[in-house]
């Protein structure tokens, strides 16, 4: 079974400064990851996304998250923080293996709160 | 980029009655949908995957009699709150898979909100 933690439910920045959101994970096979933010009442929107390849994957906004395999993390930051980036973010994992719909698991989300 | 349209955004609607949530993929062939619930300040619950010609899969703990999902083409996928209660009010979201399905993002719909009076 494949799991997603956020440990911080909320995080609190000062705009100017760098953020992280962390996100742990557990799968079988190679993890496929993804960061998603979400702005109130509205769906969720892609940033970014690990499959293979560079540890460092740069997305949308200016953020980027980095791959670490042996901490099986996939911390989402970004070097200066805006208020505008304030919302929920959401780390999720997708299943390498066959399983039909690659039915993806989400983390319970972390409130990023950028103070001007 | 791929984009989902969920209609409506915003229902009301009298305790008893059905309401019917529409999700469409308007520029790639969604051969997989998820229909999830949020609750207010909680993540994600996800409520049944559908797959296009096929029934829904619903998780455990979700009525499909109350919950009819419906994936009748590659671009359209429906969710019906049927005989709704006040309890059925929250936040529901619907997401397409792209291709390939392992390692795509979702997309998503941006969201209904059901208030059942």
């Known amino acids: 079974a494949q799991s997603v933690a956020q440990p911080e439910d909320q995080v609190n920045v000062a705009e100017g400064n760098p953020l992280t959101v962390k996100c742990t994970y557990s799968v079988s096979g190679n993890p496929y990851l993804f960061w998603y933010v979400q702005y109130p009442n509205r769906g969720l929107q892609f940033l970014l996304k690990?499959?293979?390849?560079?540890?460092l994957v740069k997305g949308s906004y200016g953020f980027e998250a980095e791959f670490n395999k042996s901490q099986t993390s996939f911390h989402l930051k970004k070097p200066s923080a805006l208020v505008s980036d304030s919302a929920l973010y959401f780390c999720a994992v997708r299943p390498s293996t066959s399983g039909g719909s690659y039915i993806p698991t989400f983390g319970r989300g972390t409130s990023l709160i950028v103070h001007p | 980029g791929a984009v989902v349209s969920q209609h409506p955004s915003r229902v009301i609607c009298k305790s008893g009655t059905s309401v019917k949530i529409e999700c469409r993929s308007l520029?790639?062939?969604?051969?997989?949908m998820f229909w999830y619930r949020q609750f207010p300040k909680q993540s994600l619950m996800l409520m049944a995957t559908?797959?296009?010609?096929?029934?829904?899969?619903?998780e455990q703990g979700v009525e499909k009699d109350k919950f009819l999902i419906n994936h009748a083409s590659l671009t359209l996928s429906t969710l019906t709150v049927t005989s709704a209660h006040p309890e059925d009010s929250s936040f529901y979201i619907c997401s397409a898979s792209g291709r390939p399905p392992e390692n795509s993002p979702l997309h998503f719909g941006n969201g209904t909100r059901l208030t059942v009076t």
């Open positions: 559908s797959n296009e010609g096929s029934k829904a899969t619903y």
């Open positions: 520029d790639f062939q969604a051969t997989t």
């Open positions: 690990y499959i293979t390849g560079d540890n």
